[in-house]
């Protein structure tokens, strides 16, 4: 038996998409694999249960998942699957060659157990046309959606390449540089598609892609809602929508008024993953991840990674920032400060940020820093000083006349 079957790694990617397992857990299970490959072979599915890693029917859903997706849709009219890319809770991605233009795509395919429920069909209809009101460099491009033999489909750019998540799951941080390089290139997508009214909601490591060339692509638009889709705000009212690592408090909340503050937040967040290399707040509960999201205070990440200037810790924290209010109050103004961190200069706004929340914790009645309070502690120091040396003057006086008097008393 070998090491690991294709069987074992497409079963570990399916674990590592949905978080059922950490990518040290899988490593750990992966190593094993290998050492009893020859005494008592055993699958990774099989290991990873017995190591109390994933559930048994969690690994009997990957299993029907698995199998259900070597059904794959070969006859879409006009294009012709190449390859398997991938697949995840809500979709298949094919690589593909669109016959008409010869060139290389990409095809999202709902599964067909999903192709059952109306409102799994008319979310995946959204992503596409959501995707396909923008065109944008940094922004995986929409190209058709359609249906054929009972199949969904989803056809949009083909990146060559790989995601973020691909490099943190090694366990290593990315470059100050390097890392603020690609931030910059995902806000300047995030603010087309702001000004174009929709929100990502869901940006992290898995949907941020590089390819061959260099580019950073924002991919997945499946979580993306128009800001002025009031319909949709309110069916979603109440719900958190997101990834437990990565999403802003008030999606965790469930608000209704969510703008593009809460991707902002996301985009902090893999930022900060990215230069520390752990997310911002862990726990082995989602509800506890969100539960922290609300309320423990953030670790600055130039505590963890002592390397980070004290700029791009700053910046991280406001977008960060637990109040949207205290947030950069939109992509274009972060952009701004990444733009001033890229240049060795001081972010602006994020200290402009700092030094507003001081006047806060005035307002609520909290004291400030020793530094602010310096002068009135000088004049304190002052008015001490004066009067002691008027004791001292004082007192001199009386023991000069006491001498003189003394001295008489001789004399006489």
């Known amino acids: 038996m070998a090491n690991e079957t294709n069987y074992d790694s497409l079963f570990a990617k399916v674990v590592l998409d949905q978080d059922m397992a950490t990518a040290e857990e899988l490593r750990d299970s992966q190593k094993e694999l290998k050492m009893r490959s020859q005494t008592s072979p055993i699958t990774l599915k099989d290991l990873l249960v017995e190591k109390n890693y994933i559930t048994r029917s969690q690994a009997d859903r990957i299993l029907r998942r698995l199998t259900e997706s070597k059904a794959a849709p070969h006859q879409i009219p006009g294009y012709r699957i190449l390859d398997k890319l991938g697949s995840g809770a809500m979709a298949v991605v094919y690589k593909a060659e669109q016959l008409s233009l010869n060139r290389t795509v990409a095809i999202k395919v709902l599964p067909k157990k999903l192709s059952e429920n109306p409102e799994y069909v008319q979310r995946f209809y959204k992503e596409g046309q959501a995707a396909a009101k923008l065109n944008h460099n940094n922004i995986v491009q929409a190209f058709d959606v359609g249906e054929a033999g009972g199949y969904h489909y989803f056809v949009m750019e083909y990146v060559q390449g790989k995601t973020i998540y691909d490099d943190l799951a090694q366990g290593k941080p990315f470059p100050e540089k390097q890392a603020i390089e690609i931030i910059t290139q995902v806000a300047k997508a995030l603010e087309h598609a702001h000004a174009r009214g929709l929100i990502h909601r869901d940006v992290k490591p898995k949907n941020i892609m590089i390819n061959t060339a260099g580019d950073v692509k924002l991919a997945d638009m499946g979580l993306a809602r128009g ?91 406001v977008m960060m920032a637990k109040d949207k209010n205290d947030r950069y109050e939109n992509a274009e103004v972060l952009l701004q400060d990444l733009d001033a961190i890229t240049n060795n200069q001081p972010p602006v706004r994020a200290r402009t940020k700092f030094d507003i929340s001081e006047f806060k914790e005035l307002e609520n009645g909290e004291t400030l820093e020793p530094a602010h309070e310096e002068l009135p502690y000088i004049d304190e120091l002052i008015a001490r000083y004066r009067a002691a040396v008027i004791a001292l003057a004082v007192t001199s006086v009386v023991l000069l006349l006491i001498v003189i008097v003394f001295l008489v008393k001789l004399t006489t």
């Open 227 to 317: 800001t002025q889709d009031i319909e949709a705000a309110k069916t979603e009212a109440g719900k958190a929508y997101g990834t437990p690592y990565y999403i802003a408090p008030e999606q965790i909340k469930g608000e209704m008024n969510i703008d593009g503050r809460a991707d902002i937040y996301s985009l902090g967040a893999t930022f900060y993953h990215m230069v520390t290399g752990r997310v911002p707040f862990g726990a082995d509960d989602p509800a506890d991840v969100m539960r922290k999201h609300l309320k423990e205070k953030l670790i600055p990440p130039d505590h963890i990674n002592t390397q980070l200037s004290g700029g791009t810790s700053e910046v991280i924290e």
